[in-house]
C-alpha cells in the first residue's frame, strides 16, 4: 500500500510546497527554509526505511518531521488564525497506510498536542492576503481528496487480489469459503438447495511435462474462459488448485447441475486448447435443501470426481 501512495502523496505535499512558496514574497526567505527542511528529512527518512529492518520508524519520523515543519509555518502565519492551519490533517490521512488503530490514535494526539501548542503559543494575526485563506482550504481539500482516493483504490485491489486468482481471474479458495458460509446461511432461512460441481482438467501433468508450464498456463487460461461463458449470472466459478475448479449454483438440484456440467465438459472438449486436445472430468453433489455442511458438499463432489478420473476421465458423475 506504501508503494502505491508514493506518487499521490509526493503530488500531496507537492501542492502544500506550492502554497508555501507562495507566501515567500509576505514572509521573506523563512518558508524557503523550512520547505527545504521538509525536503531533505524526507527523503533521507525514505532512503533509511529501504534499508533498516523496522521501518515504520523511517516513516513515523519522516511524518512526524512534517508535521511538525507545517505547526511551524501555522505560527509564522498567524497561529489560531493562520490560513493554512488545516494543512497540519493532511499528512494524517496516510497514516492508516502504514500503521494500526494504536498509530492512528497516537498521530492523532501528536497532531492535537502540535494545534494546541500553536493555538495557545502565538498571538492570533493574519500575515498572509485574505486571498490566501482560500487558497489553503482549496490546498487541503486537493490534498485529502488525493490521499484519500488512493487509499480506497490500494483497499479495493487489495481486496480483489485476496479473492481472485491471479492467473486465470476467478474467484479463489478464500472466495469460495465465504460464498459456502453464505449460501448455508441463506438456505437455512428460504430452504433452497445448493449444488458443487467439481472439475478437473485431464492429464494436466502431462501437459505441463510435455509442453512447459507457459502452455499449461495458456490452456488453463482457456479453460476458465470456457467454464464462465456457460454459466448463469448468479453462477459462481472458483478455481481452488492447480488445475481443480468447483462451480456453485445456488438453487439446483443435482439433476440440473448433472446436466449443466454435461454441457460444460462438452465445451471443453469440443475444440482444441491452444493446439491441445483437452478434456475434463466433473463430480457433482448437491444439497436436499435447508442448512448444510460446505465442507461435505466439497467432500461428495469430491468424491464424484475422482469416481469419474477413476472411470475413464471426460465425463460427469453424480454423488
Known sequence: M????????ALA????GVGVLAAVPHLGWRPL???????????????????IRTPEYGFALSWAFAEVMLAIAVALTGGAESYVLS???????????????????AAAGFVTLLVLIVGIGVEPSHPLPRWYATTGILTTLAGVSILSFALMRSDVDHRTEA?????????????????????????????????????????????NDEHGHARGDAVLIQVASRLRTRLR?????????????????????AEEATTLADELRAAIAADPID??????SFGVAATDG????????LAEADAALYVAKAHGRDRVIAA
Do not use: C
Not at 2 to 9: A, V
Not at 33 to 51: E, F
Not at 275 to 280: F, K, Q, S, W, Y
Open 275 to 280: 493446439g491441445l486436445a483437452v478434456t475434463m
Open 233 to 253: 449470472a448468479f453462477d459462481l466459478a472458483y478455481r481452488v488448485g492447480g488445475e481443480e475448479f468447483v462451480v456453485l449454483l445456488p438453487g439446483a438440484s
Open 87 to 105: 494543512w497540519l490533517v493532511v499528512p494524517l490521512v496516510t497514516v492508516p497506510a502504514r500503521f494500526g488503530a494504536r498509530g492512528v490514535v
Open 33 to 51: 527554509v523550512l520547505l527545504a527542511g521538509a525536503i531533505i528529512v524526507l527523503v533521507v527518512a525514505s532512503v533509511l526505511a529501504r534499508r
Open 163 to 207: 479473492v481472485l486468482d491471479g492467473l486465470t481471474g476467478m474467484l479463489n479458495r478464500r472466495a469460495l469459503e465465504a460464498r459456502l458460509e453464505e449460501l448455508r446461511a441463506q438456505a437455512g432461512f428460504t430452504g433452497q438447495t445448493v449444488a458443487a460441481i467439481a472439475a478437473d482438467i485431464d492429464h494436466f501433468k502431462r501437459i
Open 290 to 297: 435447508g442448512t448444510f455442511s460446505g465442507a461435505e458438499l
Open 2 to 9: 506504501d508503494e502505491r501512495l508514493r506518487r499521490p502523496r
Open 13 to 16: 505535499f507537492g501542492l502544500l
